[in-house]
Each structure stands twice: as C-alpha cells, then as structure tokens.
C-alpha cells in the first residue's frame, strides 16, 4: 500500500475502536437471571421498565448499539426511547426514537433541540423506582440538549454564549454559565429522573474523559454556581450584552445558594457514569495497526490542544527531524536507512480566527465566498505552507481529521498530504500562506482533492492525527 492508503488504514481503524454502537453494546450483558448495565447489576424478574434518552453526534450509533443488546435479553415491550442526534444521522430504529435537533453543521442549540429535551425531560419524569433509566451521551450533546429554566428563552440562553464566546471566554467559562440557565445540565437531568436506577453511558471528546464536562454534564452531581456565573459575565464585561432578566435570575440563584451553601440535587437513586469510548482507546488501536503495517510507532497521546496551524508545524517538523536523523552521515545502518515511522497525536486543537491576512495568491472564484476550513483542515495546511516544496514531502504523508466525520462547518473530516497532494499545490500556482491567513483551508484542499472526507461516524473522540514517514 502507498503511504496515503497506510494512513487512512491507521487512522480508520482508530475509529473503529470507537465504534458508538460496539461501545455501548459492550456495557450490556446477561448472566444466570441478572442483567448488568455496565457496573450495575440488575435482577432480571424485578426489572421494570428501561426508558433509553440522550443527545450527541454519536447518539444514533449508540442508540442502535443499545437497542440491539438489550432486545437480546429483555422484552421488546419493556424498552423505548428518545435520544437527540444531528438531522443527518436520523434513521428509524425499532423501539427509540431519533429526534433531529438540529441541521447538519450547526453546532447550537434549536428550538427542534429544545423540543427533543422537553420530551425527554417528560418520559424521564414518568419512570417509577423500579424503572431503569439509560443516558447515551456524546460530543455535541451540549447544544442537542437544550431546556433553558422557565423564564429562560433559547433566544436569551444564545445572546449570553454568543457574548461569551464574542469575549474569548473558554469552553469551560461557557459551560459554567450555561449550565445555570439549564434545566438538564449540570446534573439536572438525572436529578429530575424518576427511576430507581441511572446509568450514563459516555463517549467523551474531551481532554481527560472529565464527565462533568461532556455534554455540561447532565448525570454529574453538582451544585448551583450562580455567583460565579455572574463573575465569569462581570470579568469577560459582557454585563450590557446579557438580556436584565437573565442577571436578575443568576442573582437570585446566587442569593439562595449564599443561604443554603451545601444545597444540592437529590440523590435517591443508584446512578452510574461509564465512559465507553475516549480518544486514548482510538490512539491505541492505531497504535496496533501502525505496528502491523510494520511501522515504528511514536504516540504524542490524546492531550494535545494548542493552536492548530502551530501543531501541524510541530508535526512534520516530527516527521522530518526523524529522517534527516536517520540520514545523517554515510555511516548510518541500512536499517536505520529504511525506517518506517508513524507519528500519533489526538485532542482537540483550536483555530486563532483572529489571525488574518492579505488574499494574494487567492482566485478571484475563491474570493467571492466565505472562508471555510476546520481545526483539522488548518493544521495540515500549515504544515504545507511550512514546507511547500513536494521533496520536503517525498515517502511523508500526513492526515489529521475529526473522529466525528465533521471539520468545522464542511462535509470533510479534515485533510491529508502527501508528496503528490504538495506537487499539485505547487503546479497550481496557488499559495498556502494566502488560504491559511484567511483560514479558508477548505478551498485549497477542495481544488486540490486533498480533503478526508468520511461521512457522519456516529461516534466523537476529538480529533486524530497520523504522520508517516519511510525512508526508502
């Protein structure tokens, strides 16, 4: 195989070890007359009904995964659900529902969103104790996930994460804020659950699996942080961009906690939060894969998440010390000559859409539309404008894409190169320092058939990179 085709293998079968329907179905088992729910043992005979709800990109896969196992060992009539995914991975299953909550690319809440969690919000509140509850979450399910408290609009909840994010405020600041203006985040939505028994089964796609953080954790314990939301608002001086009823609200909830310190939701119940997928599980399969194609692996792990443009210049920087070390003098062993290197990065890098630049080099047709690209899109870019010459690039490739199918706002999961994807830029008279000053990484590839496109996965453990080098 050529080393483009080495690479999507490696990283394909990453994805594979976090299939969201393998991943879940894993956590379901029957022994003798006890149904286990990943660390949760339930008796067979007693077990009432299992209502399954949730929300994320991954969710479709994860409620096809779930659904299968547990018609294997429980009663068709005795399982339903409703579970909010992406408009594009609806599909009909037999006993949950997919609920479109909002359209492909648009990473907000909807009011379809607000509707999906209204329902789910009311099956979950009809559960008895001897019910059992099952929440599928996965990247995404902060914004598929959407109830704002009563006397909350969606319009108010968007105003204020739209100030924040205006502000640079970072995701945990956002999810902070957010979270005091939700019915279902932080916690409330296992809180408002009427079964005897919870059990959150998590894809995270967040740096260290943290569970309170994926989807604003809703099945996380916690307690009311008004008065640090309004903080966050009062430091990032966005106070005159929030709508008065909303600080009104925060303010109020503030004073109540002030009073009551150690309030918190009740906690009645047997609950559980199980992450079945990470992207250290995608890494160490690549790994494996890597090995088997005969490469000498390199892991920079899953914690990577600096600036995109900077890791991809750190990348094949990698890539092309390890050869010129490899090649160094004359002396060098023909073994050492002949080595076959991958290089594996996961997390979640960022894009500086405060960088920006003049267009030369950029076609007029190119111009006339917004910029495009993605975090991954950008960082192999970068790495290109870095090194723009094809022979810098000879037995090198690169790929980096979103484990979720989605760069971005584009129907690609990212990019790959090699030396011939370089030769082309290069015959094309197109520059990739104009395309990355303006992030518009999308165009160049698009002309150029440099772009990794894959579909919706149904499953999302941030991003994964592989590197190749083989010196021949």
């Known amino acids: 195989m050529s080393l483009r085709e080495d690479a999507v293998a490696i990283w394909t079968a990453g994805l594979a070890a976090v299939d969201s329907a393998k991943s879940v179905a894993q956590q379901i088992r029957v022994q003798h007359d006890q149904l286990w729910i990943a660390d949760v043992r339930i008796q067979m005979p007693s077990a009432g009904h299992i209502e399954v709800v949730g929300a994320g990109k991954a969710g479709a896969g994860m409620a096809s995964g779930i659904e299968a196992a547990l018609l294997a060992t429980h009663s068709a009539d005795g399982v339903s659900g409703w579970v909010n995914v992406p408009a594009d991975c609806v599909r009909p299953l037999r006993h949950i529902h997919l609920h479109a909550a909002r359209p492909a690319g648009l990473n907000e809440p909807t009011q379809e969103a607000v509707q999906g969690t209204r329902e789910i919000l009311r099956r979950v509140q009809s559960l008895s104790e001897s019910d059992v509850c099952i929440v599928l979450l996965s990247g995404g399910a902060s914004a598929l996930l959407c109830s704002p408290t009563p006397g909350i609009s969606l319009s108010d909840k968007l105003s204020v994460t739209r100030a924040l994010a205006g502000s640079g405020a970072p995701i945990h600041e956002l999810n902070l804020v957010r979270t005091q203006l939700s019915q279902v985040k932080g916690g409330r ?254 165009s160049i590839f698009d002309a150029i058939d440099g772009l990794f496109k894959t579909g919706p996965t149904h499953t999302n453990v941030m991003d994964l990179r592989v590197g190749l080098l083989c010196n021949r």
């Open 189 to 442: 939505l296992a809180a408002a659950c009427r079964a005897g028994t919870l059990v959150a089964l998590i894809i995270s796609d967040v740096i260290g699996d943290p569970v309170e953080v994926i989807g604003s954790g809703p099945t996380t314990p916690s307690v009311p942080r008004a008065a640090e939301a309004l903080q966050v608002l009062r430091d990032r001086d966005v106070l005159d961009r929030i709508p008065p009823h909303v600080l009104s609200f925060l303010e109020r909830q503030a004073a109540a906690h002030a009073t009551d310190p150690d309030a918190a939701f009740p906690w009645r119940r047997t609950f559980v939060n199980r992450i079945v997928a990470s992207n250290a599980m995608a890494i160490d399969a690549a790994t494996l894969k890597a090995k088997a194609l005969g490469y000498e692996v390199q892991s920079l792990g899953s914690s990577n998440a600096g600036e995109a443009a900077e890791e991809g210049r750190q990348l094949i920087a990698r890539l092309l010390a390890i050869r010129a070390e490899s090649c160094r003098t004359k002396q060098a062993s023909a073994l050492n000559r002949q080595r076959r290197v991958c290089i594996l990065s996961g997390g979640e890098p960022t894009v500086n859409l405060s960088v920006s630049g003049p267009a030369s080099g950029i076609p007029a047709a190119h111009r006339v539309v917004a910029a495009r690209g993605g975090r991954n899109q950008e960082l192999v870019l970068a790495a290109v404008a870095l090194h723009r010459n094809s022979a810098d690039w000879k037995n090198v490739a690169l790929l980096s894409g979103g484990t979720d199918g989605e760069d971005g706002p584009t129907d690609a999961a990212g990019a790959i190169v090699d030396e011939a994807v370089v030769a082309r830029i290069a015959a094309s008279g197109l520059n990739p320092d104009s395309y990355l000053a303006r992030h518009d990484s999308y």
